[in-house]
Protein backbone atom coordinates (compact mmCIF):
# COMPACT_ATOMS: atom_id res chain seq x y z
CA UNK A 1 0.00 0.00 0.00
CA UNK A 2 1.43 3.17 -1.38
CA UNK A 3 1.27 6.48 1.62
CA UNK A 4 -1.30 9.29 0.17
CA UNK A 5 1.40 11.50 1.59
CA UNK A 6 4.55 9.40 0.43
CA UNK A 7 6.36 12.41 -0.42
CA UNK A 8 5.73 14.06 2.19
CA UNK A 9 8.42 12.43 4.70
CA UNK A 10 11.55 14.54 4.40
CA UNK A 11 9.63 17.53 6.51
CA UNK A 12 8.54 14.41 9.17
CA UNK A 13 10.58 13.77 12.11
CA UNK A 14 12.21 9.97 11.69
CA UNK A 15 12.91 8.39 14.92
CA UNK A 16 16.06 6.35 13.92
CA UNK A 17 17.81 6.53 10.94
CA UNK A 18 16.64 3.03 9.78
CA UNK A 19 12.94 4.16 10.59
CA UNK A 20 14.09 6.97 8.06
CA UNK A 21 15.05 4.93 5.39
CA UNK A 22 12.18 2.80 5.52
CA UNK A 23 9.53 5.76 5.45
CA UNK A 24 11.37 7.30 2.47
CA UNK A 25 11.73 4.45 0.40
CA UNK A 26 8.82 5.36 -1.60
CA UNK A 27 6.26 5.21 0.90
CA UNK A 28 5.23 1.60 0.91
CA UNK A 29 3.74 0.27 3.62
CA UNK A 30 3.17 -3.95 3.97
CA UNK A 31 -0.60 -5.34 3.94
CA UNK A 32 -1.05 -8.53 6.01
CA UNK A 33 -4.75 -10.38 6.20
CA UNK A 34 -6.08 -12.16 8.86
CA UNK A 35 -7.12 -15.38 8.61
CA UNK A 36 -10.20 -16.81 10.35
CA UNK A 37 -10.60 -17.29 13.82
CA UNK A 38 -11.15 -20.83 13.23
CA UNK A 39 -8.62 -21.50 10.24
CA UNK A 40 -7.46 -24.14 13.14
CA UNK A 41 -9.92 -26.54 14.22
CA UNK A 42 -10.80 -27.64 17.78
CA UNK A 43 -8.73 -31.13 16.83
CA UNK A 44 -5.59 -28.85 16.17
CA UNK A 45 -6.12 -29.48 12.50
CA UNK A 46 -6.31 -26.96 9.33
CA UNK A 47 -10.28 -26.22 8.22
CA UNK A 48 -11.35 -26.86 4.73
CA UNK A 49 -7.93 -26.99 3.42
CA UNK A 50 -9.06 -26.69 -0.33
CA UNK A 51 -10.20 -23.58 0.59
CA UNK A 52 -7.92 -22.49 2.64
CA UNK A 53 -5.52 -22.43 -0.95
CA UNK A 54 -7.46 -21.26 -3.13
CA UNK A 55 -7.89 -17.84 -0.36
CA UNK A 56 -4.31 -17.62 -0.33
CA UNK A 57 -3.46 -18.26 -3.97
CA UNK A 58 -6.06 -15.46 -4.88
CA UNK A 59 -4.36 -13.40 -1.89
CA UNK A 60 -0.88 -13.83 -3.83
CA UNK A 61 -2.63 -12.89 -7.06
CA UNK A 62 -3.37 -9.71 -5.33
CA UNK A 63 0.09 -8.53 -4.07
CA UNK A 64 -0.88 -8.96 -0.39
CA UNK A 65 2.58 -9.47 1.99
CA UNK A 66 1.28 -11.98 4.18
CA UNK A 67 -1.04 -13.35 6.61
CA UNK A 68 -2.07 -12.78 10.03
CA UNK A 69 -3.10 -15.72 12.26
CA UNK A 70 -3.57 -16.63 16.21
CA UNK A 71 -1.72 -19.48 17.24
CA UNK A 72 -4.33 -20.24 20.16
CA UNK A 73 -2.89 -21.79 23.56
CA UNK A 74 -5.93 -23.27 24.06
CA UNK A 75 -5.25 -25.48 20.87
CA UNK A 76 -1.58 -26.30 20.86
CA UNK A 77 -0.70 -27.26 24.77
CA UNK A 78 -4.72 -28.40 25.50
CA UNK A 79 -3.55 -31.67 26.28
CA UNK A 80 -1.28 -31.19 28.88
CA UNK A 81 1.21 -28.90 30.50
CA UNK A 82 4.42 -28.48 28.66
CA UNK A 83 2.76 -31.39 25.59
CA UNK A 84 3.09 -29.24 22.20
CA UNK A 85 1.01 -29.82 19.57
CA UNK A 86 2.24 -27.48 16.86
CA UNK A 87 1.16 -29.88 13.75
CA UNK A 88 -1.52 -27.46 12.52
CA UNK A 89 0.59 -24.89 12.44
CA UNK A 90 3.43 -26.40 10.44
CA UNK A 91 1.22 -27.41 8.19
CA UNK A 92 0.18 -23.58 7.50
CA UNK A 93 3.63 -22.48 7.22
CA UNK A 94 5.23 -25.07 5.58
CA UNK A 95 2.56 -25.92 2.74
CA UNK A 96 0.85 -22.95 1.86
CA UNK A 97 2.83 -19.94 3.39
CA UNK A 98 5.86 -20.70 2.10
CA UNK A 99 4.06 -22.14 -1.75
CA UNK A 100 2.65 -19.03 -1.91
CA UNK A 101 5.23 -16.65 -0.88
CA UNK A 102 3.27 -15.13 1.93
CA UNK A 103 5.06 -13.80 4.80
CA UNK A 104 3.16 -14.40 8.64
CA UNK A 105 3.06 -12.62 11.42
CA UNK A 106 1.76 -14.97 14.25
CA UNK A 107 -0.18 -14.25 17.39
CA UNK A 108 0.65 -15.44 20.76
CA UNK A 109 -3.18 -15.75 21.69
CA UNK A 110 -3.00 -16.77 25.67
CA UNK A 111 -6.67 -15.63 25.60
CA UNK A 112 -9.92 -17.62 24.75
CA UNK A 113 -11.69 -17.34 21.22
CA UNK A 114 -15.92 -16.84 21.63
CA UNK A 115 -17.59 -13.54 23.06
CA UNK A 116 -15.37 -10.58 21.37
CA UNK A 117 -16.79 -9.21 18.58
CA UNK A 118 -16.49 -11.14 15.35
CA UNK A 119 -16.03 -14.35 17.09
CA UNK A 120 -17.10 -16.90 15.23
CA UNK A 121 -15.58 -20.24 17.23
CA UNK A 122 -15.07 -21.50 20.45
CA UNK A 123 -11.29 -21.93 22.16
CA UNK A 124 -11.61 -21.96 25.92
CA UNK A 125 -8.02 -21.79 27.62
CA UNK A 126 -6.73 -25.25 27.79
CA UNK A 127 -8.64 -27.49 30.28
CA UNK A 128 -5.65 -27.99 32.90
CA UNK A 129 -5.87 -24.11 32.96
CA UNK A 130 -9.37 -23.96 33.74
CA UNK A 131 -9.47 -26.31 36.12
CA UNK A 132 -7.01 -24.34 38.65
CA UNK A 133 -10.65 -22.20 38.84
CA UNK A 134 -12.31 -24.73 40.89
CA UNK A 135 -10.95 -24.48 43.50
CA UNK A 136 -9.12 -20.66 43.02
CA UNK A 137 -11.95 -18.85 41.08
CA UNK A 138 -10.22 -16.10 41.32
CA UNK A 139 -7.76 -16.69 38.87
CA UNK A 140 -10.02 -14.58 36.43
CA UNK A 141 -10.88 -11.26 35.69
CA UNK A 142 -14.01 -10.13 38.44
CA UNK A 143 -16.11 -6.85 38.47
CA UNK A 144 -18.00 -5.85 41.42
CA UNK A 145 -21.14 -8.24 40.70
CA UNK A 146 -18.65 -10.93 41.20
CA UNK A 147 -18.50 -12.19 37.45
CA UNK A 148 -15.71 -14.29 36.51
CA UNK A 149 -14.29 -13.28 33.19
CA UNK A 150 -12.86 -16.69 31.54
CA UNK A 151 -11.14 -15.25 28.69
CA UNK A 152 -7.70 -14.41 29.97
CA UNK A 153 -6.04 -15.14 32.89
CA UNK A 154 -5.91 -12.37 35.56
CA UNK A 155 -2.90 -10.29 35.55
CA UNK A 156 -3.20 -10.59 39.32
CA UNK A 157 -2.03 -14.27 39.47
CA UNK A 158 1.25 -13.23 37.40
CA UNK A 159 3.76 -14.43 39.64
CA UNK A 160 1.22 -16.92 41.52
CA UNK A 161 2.82 -20.90 40.81
CA UNK A 162 -1.01 -22.10 40.73
CA UNK A 163 -0.04 -24.65 37.73
CA UNK A 164 1.41 -27.32 38.46
CA UNK A 165 4.21 -25.32 39.83
CA UNK A 166 4.15 -22.45 37.11
CA UNK A 167 3.11 -18.90 37.02
CA UNK A 168 1.18 -17.17 34.20
CA UNK A 169 4.03 -15.66 33.32
CA UNK A 170 6.43 -19.12 33.08
CA UNK A 171 3.72 -21.18 31.13
CA UNK A 172 3.97 -18.02 28.32
CA UNK A 173 7.46 -18.02 28.28
CA UNK A 174 7.58 -21.84 27.71
CA UNK A 175 5.23 -21.54 25.13
CA UNK A 176 7.15 -18.78 23.57
CA UNK A 177 10.36 -20.99 23.46
CA UNK A 178 8.61 -24.24 22.00
CA UNK A 179 7.17 -21.94 19.29
CA UNK A 180 10.75 -20.64 18.84
CA UNK A 181 12.51 -23.74 18.30
CA UNK A 182 9.45 -25.79 16.68
CA UNK A 183 9.52 -22.77 14.07
CA UNK A 184 13.40 -22.04 13.72
CA UNK A 185 13.82 -22.31 10.56
CA UNK A 186 11.24 -20.00 9.64
CA UNK A 187 11.92 -16.96 11.89
CA UNK A 188 12.88 -13.81 10.10
CA UNK A 189 12.06 -15.21 6.76
CA UNK A 190 8.80 -16.11 6.28
CA UNK A 191 7.72 -15.52 9.86
CA UNK A 192 8.16 -11.66 10.08
CA UNK A 193 6.38 -10.92 13.53
CA UNK A 194 5.52 -12.17 16.80
CA UNK A 195 2.84 -10.40 18.19
CA UNK A 196 2.30 -11.55 22.14
CA UNK A 197 -1.03 -11.55 23.53
CA UNK A 198 -1.24 -9.40 27.18
CA UNK A 199 -5.26 -9.79 27.43
CA UNK A 200 -8.22 -10.58 26.14
CA UNK A 201 -8.37 -10.35 22.42
CA UNK A 202 -5.14 -10.73 22.32
CA UNK A 203 -4.63 -6.75 23.59
CA UNK A 204 -3.32 -5.27 26.60
CA UNK A 205 -5.88 -4.15 28.18
CA UNK A 206 -8.57 -5.27 31.19
CA UNK A 207 -11.55 -7.17 29.78
CA UNK A 208 -14.00 -4.42 30.72
CA UNK A 209 -16.39 -4.13 28.37
CA UNK A 210 -17.81 -8.07 27.93
CA UNK A 211 -20.37 -8.54 25.38
CA UNK A 212 -22.41 -10.37 27.50
CA UNK A 213 -22.93 -7.46 30.02
CA UNK A 214 -21.81 -3.95 27.62
CA UNK A 215 -23.56 -2.63 25.00
CA UNK A 216 -21.53 0.00 23.10
CA UNK A 217 -20.49 2.99 24.37
CA UNK A 218 -21.04 2.28 27.61
CA UNK A 219 -18.49 2.50 29.99
CA UNK A 220 -17.87 -0.89 30.86
CA UNK A 221 -16.45 -1.79 34.46
CA UNK A 222 -13.33 -1.94 36.74
CA UNK A 223 -12.01 -5.51 36.79
CA UNK A 224 -10.15 -5.62 39.54
CA UNK A 225 -12.55 -7.85 42.39
CA UNK A 226 -10.24 -11.04 42.40
CA UNK A 227 -8.69 -11.73 46.01
CA UNK A 228 -5.07 -10.85 44.25
CA UNK A 229 -5.75 -7.49 42.49
CA UNK A 230 -7.72 -6.40 45.99
CA UNK A 231 -5.03 -7.77 48.37
CA UNK A 232 -2.43 -5.90 45.85
CA UNK A 233 -5.25 -2.41 46.33
CA UNK A 234 -5.19 -3.08 49.78
CA UNK A 235 -0.89 -3.01 50.10
CA UNK A 236 -0.77 0.03 47.72
CA UNK A 237 -3.09 1.86 49.83
CA UNK A 238 -1.39 1.05 53.12
CA UNK A 239 1.87 2.08 51.67
CA UNK A 240 -0.03 5.40 50.70
CA UNK A 241 -0.82 6.17 54.14
CA UNK A 242 -4.42 6.26 53.02
CA UNK A 243 -5.49 2.28 54.01
CA UNK A 244 -9.40 3.77 53.44
CA UNK A 245 -8.34 3.53 49.94
CA UNK A 246 -8.06 0.11 49.36
CA UNK A 247 -11.26 -0.74 48.03
CA UNK A 248 -12.28 -0.11 43.97
CA UNK A 249 -14.40 2.97 43.22
CA UNK A 250 -18.11 2.11 44.33
CA UNK A 251 -19.98 4.43 42.60
CA UNK A 252 -18.24 4.00 38.88
CA UNK A 253 -21.69 3.16 37.45
CA UNK A 254 -22.47 -0.08 35.10
CA UNK A 255 -21.40 -1.61 32.09
CA UNK A 256 -24.04 0.44 30.05
CA UNK A 257 -23.69 3.48 31.76
CA UNK A 258 -22.85 7.10 30.82
CA UNK A 259 -20.06 9.20 32.67
CA UNK A 260 -22.63 12.15 33.65
CA UNK A 261 -24.66 9.36 35.10
CA UNK A 262 -22.12 8.14 37.75
CA UNK A 263 -20.46 9.87 40.42
CA UNK A 264 -16.88 8.61 39.91
CA UNK A 265 -16.81 9.76 36.28
CA UNK A 266 -18.25 12.97 36.16
CA UNK A 267 -16.68 16.02 36.60
CA UNK A 268 -17.27 18.96 39.65
CA UNK A 269 -16.32 18.57 43.61
CA UNK A 270 -17.59 15.10 44.24
CA UNK A 271 -15.04 14.39 46.70
CA UNK A 272 -14.75 10.14 45.49
CA UNK A 273 -14.66 11.28 41.60
CA UNK A 274 -11.87 10.26 38.80
CA UNK A 275 -10.25 13.98 39.75
CA UNK A 276 -10.47 13.59 43.40
CA UNK A 277 -6.68 12.34 45.40
CA UNK A 278 -8.39 8.94 46.12
CA UNK A 279 -9.64 8.99 42.08
CA UNK A 280 -6.15 9.42 40.85
CA UNK A 281 -4.68 6.90 43.45
CA UNK A 282 -6.77 4.40 42.29
CA UNK A 283 -6.47 4.89 38.61
CA UNK A 284 -2.69 5.22 38.81
CA UNK A 285 -3.00 1.93 40.76
CA UNK A 286 -4.81 0.50 38.03
CA UNK A 287 -3.04 1.40 34.69
CA UNK A 288 0.09 0.62 36.18
CA UNK A 289 -0.27 -2.31 37.19
CA UNK A 290 -1.46 -3.52 33.70
CA UNK A 291 1.61 -1.86 31.89
CA UNK A 292 3.54 -4.12 34.72
CA UNK A 293 1.96 -6.72 33.40
CA UNK A 294 2.80 -6.00 30.21
CA UNK A 295 6.41 -5.25 31.09
CA UNK A 296 6.35 -8.68 32.64
CA UNK A 297 5.78 -10.94 29.73
CA UNK A 298 7.31 -8.82 27.02
CA UNK A 299 11.05 -9.46 28.89
CA UNK A 300 10.42 -12.71 28.79
CA UNK A 301 9.09 -12.73 24.80
CA UNK A 302 12.61 -10.45 24.12
CA UNK A 303 14.67 -13.04 25.88
CA UNK A 304 13.38 -16.08 24.06
CA UNK A 305 13.36 -14.42 20.92
CA UNK A 306 16.60 -12.51 21.04
CA UNK A 307 19.08 -12.79 18.48
CA UNK A 308 16.60 -13.54 15.72
CA UNK A 309 17.15 -11.23 12.74
CA UNK A 310 14.46 -10.04 10.66
CA UNK A 311 12.10 -10.59 13.19
CA UNK A 312 10.04 -7.73 14.90
CA UNK A 313 8.08 -8.48 18.20
CA UNK A 314 4.99 -6.42 18.53
CA UNK A 315 1.94 -6.25 21.65
CA UNK A 316 -1.65 -5.11 20.94
CA UNK A 317 -3.30 -1.70 22.37
CA UNK A 318 -7.22 -1.61 21.97
CA UNK A 319 -8.65 1.15 20.21
CA UNK A 320 -11.06 2.33 22.45
CA UNK A 321 -12.44 5.60 20.77
CA UNK A 322 -15.72 5.74 22.72
CA UNK A 323 -16.14 8.30 25.94
CA UNK A 324 -12.72 9.88 24.28
CA UNK A 325 -14.09 13.22 23.91
CA UNK A 326 -15.65 13.23 27.82
CA UNK A 327 -13.15 14.61 30.07
CA UNK A 328 -12.73 11.49 32.23
CA UNK A 329 -12.32 9.44 29.32
CA UNK A 330 -14.27 6.70 31.00
CA UNK A 331 -14.14 3.79 29.12
CA UNK A 332 -10.23 4.17 28.58
CA UNK A 333 -10.28 4.17 32.49
CA UNK A 334 -12.21 0.99 32.93
CA UNK A 335 -9.80 -0.60 30.16
CA UNK A 336 -6.84 0.47 32.26
CA UNK A 337 -5.75 2.85 29.99
CA UNK A 338 -5.14 5.69 32.10
CA UNK A 339 -5.73 9.13 29.47
CA UNK A 340 -7.26 12.33 31.41
CA UNK A 341 -4.37 13.63 30.52
CA UNK A 342 -4.10 12.28 27.25
CA UNK A 343 -0.69 10.58 28.43
CA UNK A 344 -1.75 7.21 28.83
CA UNK A 345 0.09 5.26 25.64
CA UNK A 346 3.38 7.06 25.83
CA UNK A 347 4.29 4.72 29.57
CA UNK A 348 2.73 2.04 27.49
CA UNK A 349 4.66 2.63 23.91
CA UNK A 350 7.75 3.19 26.33
CA UNK A 351 7.90 0.05 27.93
CA UNK A 352 7.36 -1.42 24.63
CA UNK A 353 10.31 0.57 23.56
CA UNK A 354 12.34 -0.95 26.18
CA UNK A 355 11.86 -4.64 24.80
CA UNK A 356 12.36 -3.67 21.72
CA UNK A 357 8.58 -4.68 20.95
CA UNK A 358 6.32 -2.79 17.64
CA UNK A 359 2.62 -1.43 19.03
CA UNK A 360 0.06 -2.72 16.90
CA UNK A 361 -3.35 -0.39 16.77
CA UNK A 362 -6.77 -1.21 15.70
CA UNK A 363 -9.89 1.47 14.21
CA UNK A 364 -7.41 2.98 11.78
CA UNK A 365 -10.62 2.84 8.97
CA UNK A 366 -13.13 4.56 11.48
CA UNK A 367 -13.78 8.59 11.17
CA UNK A 368 -14.86 10.79 13.73
CA UNK A 369 -17.93 11.94 11.22
CA UNK A 370 -19.45 8.12 10.82
CA UNK A 371 -19.55 7.91 14.35
CA UNK A 372 -21.45 11.36 15.57
CA UNK A 373 -24.23 11.48 12.84
CA UNK A 374 -27.79 11.51 13.80
CA UNK A 375 -29.05 8.83 15.98
CA UNK A 376 -26.17 8.04 16.99
CA UNK A 377 -25.38 6.05 19.86
CA UNK A 378 -22.14 8.18 20.43
CA UNK A 379 -24.42 11.19 20.69
CA UNK A 380 -25.38 12.30 24.55
CA UNK A 381 -27.19 15.58 25.60
CA UNK A 382 -26.02 16.79 22.01
CA UNK A 383 -22.57 15.86 22.74
CA UNK A 384 -20.59 13.37 20.46
CA UNK A 385 -18.00 11.32 22.45
CA UNK A 386 -16.33 9.24 20.03
CA UNK A 387 -13.05 10.35 18.79
CA UNK A 388 -11.16 7.66 16.93
CA UNK A 389 -8.96 10.09 14.60
CA UNK A 390 -7.83 12.06 17.67
CA UNK A 391 -6.91 8.47 19.25
CA UNK A 392 -5.22 7.12 16.28
CA UNK A 393 -3.29 10.33 16.34
CA UNK A 394 -2.49 10.23 19.97
CA UNK A 395 -1.21 7.11 19.53
CA UNK A 396 0.55 7.52 16.11
CA UNK A 397 2.63 10.19 18.15
CA UNK A 398 3.00 8.31 21.31
CA UNK A 399 4.50 5.70 19.59
CA UNK A 400 6.90 7.85 17.57
CA UNK A 401 8.10 9.67 20.66
CA UNK A 402 9.00 6.40 22.02
CA UNK A 403 11.17 4.94 18.79
CA UNK A 404 8.56 2.27 18.56
CA UNK A 405 7.00 0.69 14.83
CA UNK A 406 3.29 1.26 14.50
CA UNK A 407 1.37 -0.94 12.77
CA UNK A 408 -2.28 -0.74 12.49
CA UNK A 409 -5.32 -2.59 11.50
CA UNK A 410 -9.26 -1.84 10.70
CA UNK A 411 -11.13 -2.37 13.68
CA UNK A 412 -14.45 -3.77 11.46
CA UNK A 413 -14.93 -5.68 8.64
CA UNK A 414 -14.75 -3.38 5.58
CA UNK A 415 -14.98 -3.12 2.09
CA UNK A 416 -16.09 0.65 1.28
CA UNK A 417 -13.82 3.01 -0.37
CA UNK A 418 -14.21 4.94 2.71
CA UNK A 419 -12.76 3.29 4.83
CA UNK A 420 -9.53 2.14 2.87
CA UNK A 421 -8.99 5.94 1.99
CA UNK A 422 -9.05 6.94 5.78
CA UNK A 423 -6.30 3.55 6.24
CA UNK A 424 -3.99 5.06 3.83
CA UNK A 425 -4.15 8.63 5.39
CA UNK A 426 -3.84 7.31 8.92
CA UNK A 427 -0.86 5.10 7.85
CA UNK A 428 1.14 7.90 6.46
CA UNK A 429 -0.73 10.94 8.77
CA UNK A 430 2.41 11.58 10.53
CA UNK A 431 5.13 9.08 9.09
CA UNK A 432 4.69 5.94 7.41
CA UNK A 433 3.18 2.91 9.54
CA UNK A 434 5.44 -0.29 9.24
CA UNK A 435 2.25 -2.51 8.35
CA UNK A 436 -1.25 -2.72 8.22
CA UNK A 437 -3.23 -5.72 9.00
CA UNK A 438 -6.19 -6.28 7.25
CA UNK A 439 -9.36 -8.05 9.36
CA UNK A 440 -10.19 -10.95 7.55
CA UNK A 441 -10.29 -13.16 4.90
CA UNK A 442 -13.83 -14.07 4.06
CA UNK A 443 -15.58 -15.12 1.24
CA UNK A 444 -17.11 -11.35 0.66
CA UNK A 445 -13.90 -10.08 0.92
CA UNK A 446 -12.60 -12.22 -2.32
CA UNK A 447 -16.25 -11.83 -4.47
CA UNK A 448 -16.18 -9.32 -7.00
CA UNK A 449 -16.49 -5.63 -6.51
CA UNK A 450 -15.31 -6.35 -3.13
CA UNK A 451 -12.11 -7.64 -4.21
CA UNK A 452 -11.22 -4.83 -7.27
CA UNK A 453 -11.74 -2.50 -4.16
CA UNK A 454 -9.47 -4.41 -1.82
CA UNK A 455 -6.80 -4.99 -4.39
CA UNK A 456 -6.75 -1.57 -6.08
CA UNK A 457 -6.53 -0.43 -2.22
CA UNK A 458 -3.08 -2.91 -1.81
CA UNK A 459 -1.59 -2.12 -5.00
CA UNK A 460 -2.84 2.00 -4.55
Known sequence: MWGLNAFRVAGALCVTLWVCIQQTYAGYVPVYVMLPLNTVSNNNTLNDPGTLASSLQQLQSGRVDGIMIDVWWGLVEQDAPKHYNWSAYIDLVSNYAVKYNLKMKMIMSFHMCGGNVGDQCNIPLPSWVRSV???????????????????????????????????????????????????????????????????????????????????????????????????????????ASHPEWGQPPNNAGTYNSQPAETGFFATGTNNNNFQSPYGQFFLNWYSQKLISHGDKILAQAASVFKGINNLQLAAKVAGIHWQYLDPSHAAELTAGYMNINQQAYTPIAQMFAKHGVGLDFTCLEMRDSEQCGGGSSCVYNGKCTCAPEELVGQVLQAAQSAGVDFSGENALQRYDNTAYTTIEYESDRYYFISSFSYLRLTGDLLQGGNWNTFTQFVQN
Open 133 to 239: AQHTPDIFYTDIQMHRDQEYLSLGVDDQALFGGRTPVQMYADYMSSFRSTFSQYLGSTITEVQVGLGPAGEMRYPSYQLQYWSFPGVGEFQCYDKFLLKDLQNAAQN
